[in-house]
């Protein structure tokens, strides 16, 4: 199948997605609290069979895990249609994805046992504990100490913009197991969040989604806690990466989407020097770029997809498409959904707006799970290797 064409059963799913979206998950959001998290909205996502796609059986062979609607193309089709409807939604099933993916790819049998069923179900939180204080996007120099204990370890320091803390029920941790050794010294582990020692703080922030801060004070993990193998933390962590960053170049473009068609349909009616916004050629053609540019991310989100099914996380070329679909989607999002907001004026500004609340949420994406800049340096890299 060609990478920009979607199939008539993927195009129903996400017909079938933004309808859900907007008749059952929309009216969950709106009962939430901002800045916290929303238990019976990631429930919901759990018994409707979404989050159960973010974790296939182990061991499908590259090529097989993209027909249909699974897949890294179908987290990108999830999260771009859940995200034109209900962009709290398409946030609770990403977090949800990123925190216990590193279980599901990397995890001992009794590890995914106790957990994914419960993340898949919507009852446990999870969330990937990387950015840290002084390292944010240059995972390599994270310092959160992982010293020896016996046979495992304390982990003591602090970890910060953290989506889902502190209220998560589990949290991948990326600690420093072996010093001055850069990205070969890192461990991941899988930490329930009742471990004595870890506490954390909610911060503040834009984005109406939960992020906080998590502070380790000695707590002690063993070696049935580790993730993946010690001191090779790091690979469990680009890998997960490689694999999200496409979907939230399609969380990006599902914001895209929606901010075109509200502004599509306000230029159309909205009455202005003899006639509408849109026969204004000026308007209509600030139109006309917010759809080209909307649908060539959207192209090059669903090609970056394709070839992680189709090839495997570590081929070469993946995540340097990977980059390039997160850098265009988000970098298109924010223009279009900024240009939609100059076109509706002042009614845009007005708290509880559909633009208002999309000019909050995407932000954000510029800069989690590496800044465009960091993706930038990630395709130079690539291209003078």
Same mark, same amino acid.
């Given at each position: 199948m060609p990478t920009f064409s979607l199939d008539p =059963?993927?195009? &129903?799913?996400? &017909? #079938?997605?933004?309808?859900?979206a907007a008749d059952r998950f929309r009216p969950l959001a709106e009962k939430g609290d901002p800045g916290q998290v929303n238990r019976p909205l990631v429930? !919901?996502?759990? #018994?409707?069979?979404? +989050?159960?796609r973010l974790f296939p059986e182990p061991g499908a062979p590259p090529g097989t895990a993209g027909t249909g609607v699974g897949g890294a193309l179908g987290l990108c089709l999830m999260r771009e249609s859940l995200a034109y409807a209900c962009t709290e939604a398409e946030t609770a099933l990403a977090l949800q994805g990123l925190g216990a993916h590193p279980v599901h790819a990397y995890g001992t049998a009794a590890q995914r046992e106790r957990w994914l069923s419960e993340a898949a179900a919507g009852r446990a939180i999870a969330a990937f504990a990387l950015s840290e204080p002084g390292a944010g996007s240059d995972a390599a120099a994270l310092s959160l100490a992982a010293d020896r204990d016996g046979p495992g370890w304390r982990l003591t320091g602090e970890k910060c913009w953290i989506s889902? =803390?502190?209220?998560?029920?589990?949290?991948? @941790?990326?600690a420093r197991t072996t010093r001055d050794a850069g990205s070969r010294g890192v461990t991941a582990f899988l930490v329930p969040a009742d471990r004595e020692g870890l506490t954390g703080t909610a911060l503040d922030m834009l984005s109406p989604h939960p992020i906080g801060a998590l502070d380790f004070d000695g707590v002690r993990v063993g070696p049935e806690d580790v993730i993946g193998e010690v001191d090779r933390g790091f690979r469990v962590a680009m890998t997960t990466l490689n694999r999200f960053r496409p979907s939230? $170049? !399609?969380?990006?473009?599902?914001?895209?989407?929606?901010?075109?068609? %509200?502004?599509?349909?306000?230029?159309?009616?909205?009455? %202005?020097? *003899?006639?509408?916004?849109?026969?204004?050629?000026?308007?209509?053609?600030?139109? =006309? #770029?917010?759809?080209?540019?909307? #649908?060539? %991310?959207?192209?090059? @989100?669903? =090609? %970056? /997809?394709?070839?992680?099914? !189709?090839e495997g996380p570590r081929a070469p070329g993946i /995540?340097?498409?990977?980059?390039? !679909?997160?850098?265009?989607?988000?970098? &298109?999002?924010?223009? @279009? @959904?900024?240009?939609?907001?100059?076109?509706? *004026?002042?009614?845009? +500004?007005?708290? $509880?707006?559909l633009l208002e609340h999309l000019y909050r949420e995407v932000r954000a994406p510029r800069i989690y799970e590496g800044a465009s800049e960091v993706q930038r340096g990630i395709i130079a890299k690539e291209l003078y290797a």
């Open positions: =059963a993927q195009t &129903t799913w996400c &017909t #079938e997605l933004r309808a859900l429930a !919901a996502l759990g #018994e409707a069979g979404l +989050l159960g889902n =803390a502190p209220e998560a029920d589990f949290y991948t @941790v990326f939230v $170049g !399609a969380f990006a473009v599902g914001m895209a989407a929606a901010a075109l068609d %509200a502004t599509l349909a306000h230029t159309a009616r909205r009455d %202005a020097f *003899g006639g509408t916004l849109a026969d204004l050629q000026s308007v209509a053609h600030q139109v =006309a #770029e917010m759809a080209t540019r909307t #649908e060539a %991310a959207r192209l090059m @989100v669903y =090609a %970056a /997809a394709s070839a992680y099914d !189709a /995540a340097r498409r990977a980059a390039m !679909a997160k850098l265009l989607a988000t970098e &298109t999002a924010q223009y @279009v @959904v900024d240009t939609a907001v100059q076109l509706h *004026g002042a009614r845009a +500004l007005r708290r $509880g707006h």
